[in-house]
Each structure stands twice: as C-alpha cells, then as structure tokens.
C-alpha cells in the first residue's frame, strides 16, 4: 500500500511537471515573438523613461521579474534569460528590479547604443535656467505616483526660493495636465502662490490616451488640496473621473488647447508665449511628458475642427469617412482600430512613402489584413495638398492630383521633441546610456 501511494504520488507529480514545463514553454514562445516582434522597429529604439537593464552574467532565469511586473508582458524569459521585450510599454516602476533574487537587474536611462536625451537638473529639479523647473516625465521619471510627489517637490522648492511675481506677473505657470503638472498646481497654491496651469490638449494629459479600461499601478497618492488615495491600480476611467473630481473640488486655474511655443526670458521673469497669447511668470514648471508636440502638415485647412492629431476613442467617429495620415505605429495602430470598431463609414491611410516605416511587425500584419478585407484603403505614396469641409485632396507620384471624400483627418506623423523646446531657450541637457 505504501508503495502504491509512493508511486501515485510520483506519477502525480511528474504530470504536474509536465503540464508547468509545457505552459512555461509556450509563455517563453511567446515572450520571444513579442521580442522579435519589436526588434523589426529598428535597433536604434530607445524607451522614453527609466527602465530595467539585466545583466546576462547573473541573471538565473528564474521568472520572479515576470511574475512582479504589473504591465503586461513588458519583461520576459528569452533564451533562459530575463529580457525587455517591449520597452515601448514599460513606465519605469521598477517592481522587476526589487524583485530579482541575484539582484540582476538594475533600472537605467537610454541603451548601450543610443542615449537618452534629458534636461540637466539639480537636486531640486531647476533646469540650468534660473526658475525654471522640470517634473514628471519629461525629467525620465514616468510613473504616475512618482511623478505627482516630483511634482510637489518642485513646487515646494519654488516656495522656498521666495522667487515671486510682482504685479501682472503669475508667481509660476505650469505646462502640462498630466499628474506632475497637476500635482505641482495644487501645491503651489496651497502654499499660496499664483499660478495657472496651460494644457496644450485634454486635462489628465498622456493617460487620456491610454487603452479603454487600461489598469496602471499607482499605490498610495497623497495629492495635496485633496487627500490621499489608497488604490493599487487604478483604470484609465477611474483616472481620469479622479483628475476631473480634483479639478472641480480644488478649483484648478487650468486652460486647456494652450500649445506653448517659446519661453524666454523678459525683464527679469519669463514670458511663456502660447496659442492664445502670452503670460509672465517669475517660475515655470515643465511637465511636459516626452511626446512633444505634434507635427503639422502645413497644408490648407489643417486649422479646421476636422483634424486632430492623436485617436481617443474610435467611436468619435462612427458614421464618418476618416483619413489617417503617417507610416508609423501611431498611424497603423489607429486605422487598425477605427477598422475594428467597424463604424466608420470609410477608413483611408495615406502615407507619402511606398512602404510604412517603423512598424512592428504585429501591426503591419494586422494592418495587411484590414486591406485586403477593404475594411482601410492605403494610399501609399501620397501626400496631402490640402484639407476642406468635406474632402481631402491628395497628390501621388507623377503629380496626379485627386480628392477623396472626408469628415476627419488624424495626423500622425511625429512630433517636435520637447527637448527642442528647452533647447531654445538655453536650458542644457545631458545623455544617459544605459551601462552594463
């Protein structure tokens, strides 16, 4: 009897074995598709904020990294060994690194090959401008909690530099809506000081264009004017219902559709031009994130209401015939999804190049598939001489001019990098690789 529950217990065992090593099997399948699938970007990808760097020499394999991450598959098994396989969705909270057992994994800026490119600050984060201050993720730091206690810090590091407006000059403008910008208002004016907050887009910044019930980590937010917030994850929707109940209950001095243009620096203080004119602050914080802003087409029309520069929610456009201009991820993934949506009453690509560039091969399969099922139609190459009420006209090579139907237009085609922006005002920068 006892031989038999020996040999039971074996056998039970060794099927438990199997049925672990074939789904781990096919989850490290899976992590190496992921990863081809974003090498096919080009090897000169570098992720937007700080991220993890594992040390092939000492890493064991053992998939604690995996299991800890809380986005999905951003760190994988490949090959036996812990890697970044998508580095575009990694936010930088560092859970993998906490918990490798050998301490392999150490969170870095830039790669080996390619710096990244940030804002030189102090301890205080002051750019090398005088009174003017970087926060959030433009600065590296991406992660939401992390940027609203940056963005406190920053404001109270302008309260005590005593460095204040005089008359129609604001003590401090902050750029951008996103958690660090919002963070930074509140506290400035619970300190007491005048402020105004500009947002080029929406309020709640980059979040708004996170997927439809996305779930991103934020633990404890302590947010000053409000309270604190006990939730380990929270989804876009709840996100954006709490920046919209912060601004409400906190009475937030915030203009949105404010694009700012130059900063520069007048009389003492700094005059920060933007889209509706121009203000005077004694401070500025940047809390611009990385996107920067978005490129133009410089055609006529592009100023009508039509036209926007990034896809929210596909059913915005349920019933209209969309154009969607670019050759990039942004652009693929954005006809792919008002395709899906399947409410549209045509979707149109156009791109100026043959062949779209820079898309991971996942999308340009998916993209491939939409075509060919005439769900989108890719005009490639082609380029947009100029945009009305009710069409779109387009050239293609040879000069063969035509219009196409059209009731919105959805630029995507890049962006002028915020660094651009502090260059041209003086504030220096520095580059990080990533070290092994």
């Known amino acids: 009897m006892q031989v038999l529950a020996v040999s039971g217990l074996v056998v039970l065992t060794l099927l ?3 049925i672990w090593a074939r789904v781990e099997r096919r989850r490290h399948a899976a992590h190496q598709e992921i990863a081809r699938d974003v090498a096919s970007l080009g090897d000169d990808l570098v992720p937007t904020s700080i991220h993890p760097l594992v040390d092939a020499d000492v890493c064991m394999g053992s998939g604690a990294c995996v299991a800890a991450c809380p986005e999905d598959r951003v760190i994988g098994i490949v090959n036996g060994q812990a890697a970044l396989i998508n580095p575009l969705s990694c936010i930088g909270h560092g859970a993998c690194m906490k918990a490798c057992p050998v301490h392999a994994i150490s969170l870095v800026f830039g790669t080996a090959t390619r710096a990244a490119v940030l804002p030189e600050l102090d301890a205080r984060f002051q750019t090398s401008q005088p009174g003017v201050y970087v926060a959030g993720e433009l600065g590296g730091m991406s992660l939401i909690r992390n940027a609203i206690e940056q963005g406190k810090q920053v404001a109270r590091a302008i309260t005590a530099s005593r460095v204040r407006g005089e008359r129609d000059t604001l003590d401090a403008i902050v750029v951008g809506a996103g958690p660090a910008g919002i963070s930074a208002t509140l506290q400035l004016l619970e300190d007491g000081l005048r402020v105004e907050l500009l947002e080029e887009s929406a309020f709640g910044g980059t979040i708004r264009h996170y997927p439809r019930a996305k779930v991103t980590m934020t633990g404890v937010l302590d947010i000053p ?13 709840q996100l954006l219902a709490l920046w919209e109940d912060i601004r409400v209950r906190a009475a937030l001095p915030v203009r949105t559709g404010e694009r700012v243009e130059a900063i520069e620096r007048d009389r003492g203080a700094w005059l920060v031009r933007s889209s509706s004119g121009q203000r005077r602050a004694a401070n500025v914080v940047l809390a611009l994130g990385r996107r920067g802003a978005p490129r133009r087409l410089g055609v006529p029309g592009e100023e009508l209401a039509k036209v926007s520069y990034r896809l929210l929610e596909p059913a915005e456009f349920a019933g209209r015939h969309v154009l969607v201009v670019g050759g990039g991820n942004s652009a693929a993934e954005s006809a792919i999804g008002l395709a899906e949506h399947g ?38 190459p082609t380029e947009i001489t100029a945009i009305s009420a009710r069409s779109v006209r387009l050239v293609a090579p040879g000069g063969r001019a035509f ?31 990533a070290q092994a």
Not at 225 to 237: D, F, L
Not at 364 to 379: C, D, I, P, S
Not at 405 to 422: F, K, R, T, Y
């Open 225 to 237: 004017r409000y309270g604190k917030i006990k939730a380990r994850t929270m989804s876009k929707e």
């Open 343 to 380: 409410k549209c009453a045509s979707v149109t690509l156009s791109y100026r190049r043959g062949e779209l560039a820079r898309v991971r091969a996942s999308v340009r399969t998916a993209l491939e598939l939409h075509v060919r099922a005439g769900r989108v139609q890719k005009l490639a």
């Open 16 to 18: 438990v074995y199997v």
């Open 403 to 433: 219009a196409i139907a059209n009731d919105a237009v959805i630029v995507q085609i890049g962006g002028s990098s915020p660094v651009e922006l502090l260059a041209s005002f003086g504030v220096r920068t520095v580059e990080k690789r």
